[in-house]
Every structure is written in structure tokens, then in C-alpha cells.
């Protein structure tokens, strides 16, 4: 058991003070960068990095870990208490847990979303310690048409979102699409959409969008009540016992869901989220309460969006891989300390690579313990005065996006789509499929035309590998089981009628 | 005006900025341009069914309650202060402009607790500058309010 | 009393004067911005964030470094050609994409925009196949293109980055057509070479080195005048008589019109801090190829390079233009 070997000589390092400091240090900023609009684990440990030059390298280490997995708890408090997901992988938090919240279930949203979390980061920080080597081989194995399949699957949430009138959410769906394809196009090099504009050749960035469309339009919400209509937010206090029990199953479900998609390069914690909120509600016999406050619908995408966090490192360690811009950024951390990423990585270094593992999964509980005290902190933000609440959302959001590039056009950007955001809602046309179709929409495109490229135009190659049919088959799945469940459904009452 | 003719203008509105954006796509050759044509086309589409869709309703029901005024002023004062917040922070700095966008929209919008409205700004700005200059160390427009007094 | 007034405010004005005349030469007298063209936590920006304390230590003064990301570098390098020439903003570069980006779009900023102080890291292009790979050497694979042409695939992190360019210039050379399938990153590349879903990767030596240690990857040749020291068992391409030289360099470059003084302060600071021994050290843990130029021979390359691949685009433009 050479794992064990390197685990055991490891535990010693990381239970020095320094680096439980630096661990605690980096969850509690995590935190904090997660539930800032406009802030993301991706800018919160790259502008780090410089500061860790001088740190031994398991210090710094244990804070990077630290950030990583407090960013993606932290993104859910905002979703939940102000229907603003703090980052991209919060966005299938807010489907649930803004509801509850309504409810007065706040508290009971935010205990649900901390443990799943740190349940979620806590296997797949195992994931990490025991199965690196073999789960890596899963990362290879993922073609362009693979992808394609993968993006399409993802798409089929969309379905869920579409509201009472489905021309209005596709059309939501359209506007996504198009925000996607601003920019230069990576397979040809052509612009488009980008008018002649120099900041907008690179792209329409995913957090200048989601903040733009989510958090603009709960402030001018709050901003517009009058201080007469306002009446203290509901708390119940009765939730103080869960029944965990039926948690249970979700929580194996989207974890092993989290740190499958984790594994596989280009998806990340958003993708996750999304798709395990959707199999969860799909595979609920009662799924009409899902988007109404139903809080297994807050532990699946949360379980799901943590489960991804060490599970993303599997690739980047062991291959030298990164599956995504957090996990780029980690490499560079790596870097910076002269532990060059890949196969020689566990053979040269293994005292710190799988200390690191273990500030993986320390950081998990330091989540749990630091958010049990914050929880309570956290939801005073309801009981703050909304004239005060809602200039400063704005405030936040602006600066978050300056930071992102240290751009000006980004933050006006952002504030387009925040009036965008604010006439889509009033017209009751979704926001949330735009989303989807801009982390979605431009995957499907670039692997589909990838995949041809690489086929010479030939269709078959869509359909190859084992892996596409098994996508293909979860695919028809979540449509066709509820068509069929509807016909079923309608079948007996006609008979009735005749 | 009746929702249901605020929902056609907007239709109709989204239809034109589809074509508009199809004829834009029509000069994107190759296969660049398959996705922004079908796209900018099943959009239209879509326009058009919404179009219908709100003048069929605007033929049924006569008479709704529209949004009640003062509320309107109060969401255009909340965006126009917001859209001379952001123009201002190149000019005077973030920070400075933050001190006097918060109280300042706060107050207008009826909050009253004096002690509150200049406290809890400077408490908030305080905390960002910890977060975002120091701890992030971003680099944010120069600020007024230091040049006023000599640091920089 | 009184007759003394003037005579102070005379020698206050003389020692204000010598304070003038002295803050010229005395550059730099405030903090120096470092603009990075890329984002924080990229490559670029680790190199350059690296370097930065021994600039710092060598010029006397601090650095801040600021991230201008997008537009492939465009938006970096444009702040940096319209800053102030005054030596208090300098810039990373890097080259090819310097080059290419005012060749295959209108950009806003020009070549003359920008004076180049130092070479710092030279990263040559390679040409790898996975090692259970038939095509064994340069040769090999050029026959193989010739028999199937159009069917070899390669993998490149982008059109009109230097990997392309660096197939393009190949291509030429040897006659054969390649089908290019673009990628977004490095990432994306290695895992799709590894997973032989492409024939072939075009990336940096430094990208793939510890691959083909590691036995995953066979390198075929590298684009270097010379074999890289880390890596002196492959052959470069012009040993296989291809004459490519192509890779990707990055150093530093500072807006035109610099006075003398200041541009050759700036310069002998770059200079000895990447002659510090320690950043050398550090620079060997990262894997980084060091290939330090000073400003003529690094100018003289530029005009090289730059004039070969206007050429490339005349003959065949490597990006699609609306």
C-alpha cells in the first residue's frame, strides 16, 4: 500500500501550525470570495499566488486549498438569501434555495447547502487521495464528440427552465447562444458579433453575464420597495432538527456525479451543479416540488459543485491537465513553488503532493466549522435595511467585475445586462436558460465542429465510442421519460371520457 | 399602458434586432456562420410567436392595473444614480464615489437613521479596501479622496 | 534679515533646480507598473511575476504588476503602446502573437508602437505524436502526408498562436498539407494527443518534455537554432533539414520614444536581474527556457520573424476575415 506510505509520512506536515493557520486563513477568504458577486476561487487564488512566493510550499498549498473549496460553499449564500449566485456554480442553488428562503427556511437552506458541501468536498478529496492514478485514464478518454453529447445533455436542463411559455425561455435561450458567440471564433479565427470593438474579441466573460443577470435585478427590486411595505424577512425557528436521513441518497448521487464531471477536462463546477439538480429532480418521484423550495433541490447541486473541486485535481496533478480555469490557476501555484505538474510530480515530490490531497480534505470540515459559526451571521443580511442592502449589491458587483480584468468595460457590460436582466424579468421571460446556453452553447458548437474537422466532415464519427451512447442514452432519457409519463398520464382520463 | 402592448412593442422590437442581427451573421462565411444564421432565424421566429401571442391577448382583455407611478420613479432614480456612480468612478476613484453613492441614494429613497447612513458606508468601504486592496491588492482608478489629502 | 530673504529663496530655487535636474537622472524616483498582457495565474503572468522582484531588486524601486488580459494579448499590448514613454510602464511581450495580431486584423496598436528592451525566454516549438505512435522522425511523418494528404491530423492551442504559425511555416517547407484542429489551450491539446484522438501535438518544448520523459509522448523535433539543454536527445528540425525556427518568445518591451538614460537604466536592470542567479535557479524549477537578448539583436530577430510571417499571410492567411 504505497498510497497509505505517502499519506502517513504526509500527516505529520500539514498538522503543522503555519499550515493550519494558512488552511483556516484560505477557507475563511474562500468563503467570503465565493459570496461576492463577481468574485470567483479562480481570481481569489491567482492574485494569492504572488503573495505565497515566499511561503513554504504546503502553506501556501493548504490555502489555495482552502479557497478553492470555501469559494464553492460561499457562492451559494447569496444564491440563497438574495436569489444572487455568487459564482456560475451557484446559479442551480438559487432554483431551491431562493424559494426557501421566501419561505422563511433560510437558516434551514443554508444548513442543508454547508453540508452538502463539505460532504461533497469531503469525497472527493478522497476520490483525489486513493483514485488519482486510475481515474485519470477517464480524462483521456473523453473525445470532441464526447463533449459534443456531454454540452447537448446539459442543454436538455434548459427544458426544466423554460417556465409557462416556452417561446419566451427559448428566446432566453437565444440571447445565451448569441452572448456565446461574441468574440473571435476559435476554429476559424473570424469575429463575430464583436462590432469592431477590441474588448469584445475575447469574449463575453461567464461572471460579467451571471452577475449582470442576477444581481442587478434583486437590487433594484430591493431598492424599489418602500420602507412601509417592508416587514422583517420570516425566520423560522422551529428547523432547528433535520431529519438528514433523506439526504442520504442524494448526496452519494451528486457526489459521485460531481467528481466524474470534475475528472473529465473543460467542465467544471457550474456543469456539475446543473446536471444534478437536474437528475435529482427528474429522478424524484415528487419533482413538481423542485423550484418551489424543495431543499434536496439545494443539497444536489451543492453536493455536486463541491464533489468537483478535488476531483478537477485528479487530471491536473497526475497529467498535468487542468479541466478548468480554478484548476489552471492551482498549476501555476504549483509552478511558482518549482513542482512541476505531471506524471514525475507523485515520484519526485510526494510528501507535498499528497499533503496537498490532505489540505483537500481538511479544508472540507475547516468549510463546515467556519460556515456553522458564519451561518448565523449570514442570515442578519435579510434584517438589513433594503434602501442600505440594495446600493450596495451594486457597489459589490461593480468592483467584483472591475477585479476580474481591471476593466471599465466589463463593469458597463455588466450593467447592460442588468437592465437587460431587469426588462427580462418583468416580461416574465427566464433568465437562467441564458445562462445555461452561454456555459453550454459554445462547448456544443467548437467539439461538434472539432469533431468533424477531425472526421473530415463525416457524421459517423458523432456516434464512435462507447461513451457517446451512453450520453446519447441519458439524453433521450430525460426526455422522453416525462413525455411518456405525461401520455400515460393523459391516456386513462380519455379513456374516461369516452 | 396595458401589459399587453408593452409585451408586442418589446416583440416586435426583438424581432427587428434578430434580422438585424441575421444580416450580420450573413457575413460570416463558412462554417463560423451556421450557428449565428440558425440561431438569429429560430429567434425571429420565436419573436413573432410572443408577437402574436400578446396582440391575441390584447384583443381579449380590455383593461389592467399598470404599474403604479410612484414605484417607476423610484426604479428610474435607482438607475440613474446607478449608471452616474459608475460614470463617476474613473474621475474620482471608487472608493470616494462609493462614501457618497450609498447615503446619498439611501436617503433619496427614504432612509432616515442619520447615525446608520453615514456609519454603515464607511464600515462597508473599510472592509472593501481591506478585501480588495490589500488582501486582493487590485488595482483600483486613483482615488480623490487621497489626492485631496496628500497621501498620493 | 531682509537681505538675507533673497538669498534664501535663491539657493531654495538652486536646490530645487539640482533636485530637478538630479530626479532625471535619478529614474526611477516612484513604483514602476509591469503590464501583463495575459491573466493572473497564466504562464505569462508566472514568468513575469517571477522576474519582477529581481527587476525590482536591480532597479531600486518597486513593481506593480497589473493584468491587462484579452483579445489573444491585444488589449494588454495596446495599454502598453499608449502609455506614457517616461520608463515608469514597461510591459511583458510576447512574440509571435506581438507580431501576428496587427498582420491578420486592424489592431490599435502598431509595430512602432513598442520598443523591445530584452528576449527573456525563448520556448521552442515541437512537434510530438503519442509514443505508440508508427510515425518515428520528420521524415516519416512528411511521407505519411504525402501518401494521405490532408488526413494527418495536428492539434495546435489556437489560430494564429505560434504553434500554428510554427505548422504553417512547416508545411511550406516541406510540401505537405496537415489538417489543422485548433484547440483552446494546452490543456485541451495534451489531453486530446494523449487520448489519440488527434494524430499529432504542435506545443512548446517546455510543454512537452515531461511528457516524453515520462514516456507518453515522442517528440519528433524541435523548431531551435540549437538543441534545448533540458531536452538535448531530441533533433531540431533544421538537423532533419527543415529549416524552422519557430517558437514562442517572451520578453520585455516598453512604448516607443523612451529617452536613452531611462531606456538603458531599464535595460541593464533587466538585464542582470535575469542573470541573478537565483531567478536562474527558480527559472530552472518552473521549466522555464531562459534565452536572454539585448535590445538590437532582439529587435534585429523581431524583424526577421515579422517579415516571414507577413509573408505566410500574403501566400495563405492562417485566419478567416469577415
Redesign the interface.
Known sequence: MDILNHIMAALPLIFSLEVIIAMILGTAVGITVGALPGLSATMGIAVLIPLTFTMEPLVALGMVAGIYNGAMYGGSIPAILLRIPGTPAGIATVFDGYPMAQKGQAPLALKVSLASSAIGSAVSAVALLLLAPPLAAIALKFGPADYFWLALFGMTTIAVLLSNNPAKGLLSTCLGLVVGMVGIDAMTGAERFTFGSMDLLSGINIIVLLTGLFAIPPAIDLAVKRLSEQKEAPIDKKEDRIRWKPFIPVWIKSSIMGVVIGIIPALGGNVAAVLAWNEQRRSDPDNDQYGKGEPKGVAAPECANNADTAATLIPALTLGIPGSAVAAVILGALLVHGLRPGPQLFRDDPEIVFGFMLTMFVTAILMFVIGRFGARAFVHVLKAPTTLLAPMIICLAVVGIYSIHNSMFEVWLMLFFGLLGYGMERLDIPTAPAVLAVILGPMAEESLRRALLISGGSFDYLVKSWISWIIIAMIAMTLIVPLWKRLRRLQPSRGDQE | MPRPL??LV?ALL?GGLCIA?FV??T??????GY??KA??V??LL??L??AL?SALSLQKRKKEASQEP??LA??AL??G???A??VA??FIG?FTA?LV??PA??ST???R?LR??LG?PLV?VIA?YI??SL??????PEELLLQLVGIR | MKAKMPITLLAAGLLGATGMSSAWADYPERPVTMIVAYSAGGGTDVAARTLAPYIEEHLGQSITVLNKPGAGGEIGFTALAQAEPDGYTFGFINIPNLLAIPIQRDARYAMDDIDPVAQIVYDAGALSVRSDSEIDSLEELVAEAKENPGAVTYGTTGIGSDDHLAVLSFERKAGIKLRHIPFPGAADLRAATLGGHITMASMNMSESVDDMEAGNLRILGQMAKERWENASEVPTFQEQGYDVVMGSHRGIGVPAGLSEEVFATLSSAVEKAVADPEFQEKSLQQGLPIAYQGPAEFEAQLEVLNEELMQLWNDEPWAQTN
Open positions: 408593452i409585451e418589446c426583438v442581427g450580420e451573421a457575413n460570416y462565411t463558412g462554417p463560423s450557428l449565428p440561431v438569429t429560430f429567434a420565436l419573436s410567436i410572443w401571442q410612484m414605484s423610484r426604479t435607482f438607475m444614480s446607478s449608471l456612480y459608475v468612478i474613473p471608487y462609493t453613492f450609498i441614494v439611501a429613497l427614504g432612509y437613521k446608520i447612513l454603515a462597508f472593501l478585501l480588495f488582501v486582493l491588492q487590485v488595482q483600483l
